[in-house]
């Protein structure tokens, strides 16, 4: 009978099981700063169970660079909407240049922030429900700062958290050296500093090729920061930054 019904496309689930919609993937793609920001809250903890303080973070992911943050006691879409304001116009953000990407969370997803966006002219991504590496830069970025020295187990005030959070983000974005650009720190890829760096490091490790050839297997050379950032590259082969432009709407057409 199964043979039969399924020739007639009759076989179907008879089970009373819940259908979600099927969401789309983001695809993303950074080739320059300030063009993808991807931003998120984590918990905080403290010495009273179950009271937490709250940071908010903006990670322009071409650079790592933390272009914003904001430690409060709690989740809000009105902080979360003056964060994002304040940090475009400190980093002189021009309409229809930036896409934002986020997880779905309330603030992410309220009406506060979206009209926000549209104000700035800014394009919206947000991760598909229930799937943890959509938003892996800003995931990536918090593990960084929680398994820092400087970051403390729990702690006691609001004041002890901001004094902590200046500390924690000027050592993130000026001195840490991140293995994803390079070796360069977040400040140095964002403003463009890294591009003399690199013939700084170019020219050192020539002369020490030049001194020692022994010492190496073939000519060395430093390590460079990525011409591209993708949060999901499309699944196919032989793909490259070149085969893709990034249009003024944060979408990338195939050339």
Known sequence: MYR?????NEVRERRAVSRRPIYKKPELLACAPNQVWSWDITKLRTFEKWVYFYLYVLLDIFSRYVVGYLIAGRESSILAKELIEESCAKQGITPGTLTIHSDRGSPMKSKTVNMLYGDLGIDKSFSR???SND???SEAQFKTLKYCPLFP???GSLTE???IGRKLFTWYNCEHRHSGIGYYTPEQVHYGKHVELHKIRGKTLLSAYEKNPERFKSRPTPKAV????????PAQPGLTVDLYEKTVSGIFLKK
Do not use: K, M, Y
């Open 161 to 163: 958290a901001r004094a």
């Open 135 to 137: 938003n892996p830069f």
């Open 129 to 131: 429900p229930s799937v």
């Open 226 to 233: 990525p011409g591209g950032v993708w949060i999901n590259p």
């Open 4 to 8: 039969i019904l399924s020739q007639e």
């Open 153 to 155: 187990g729990r702690i």
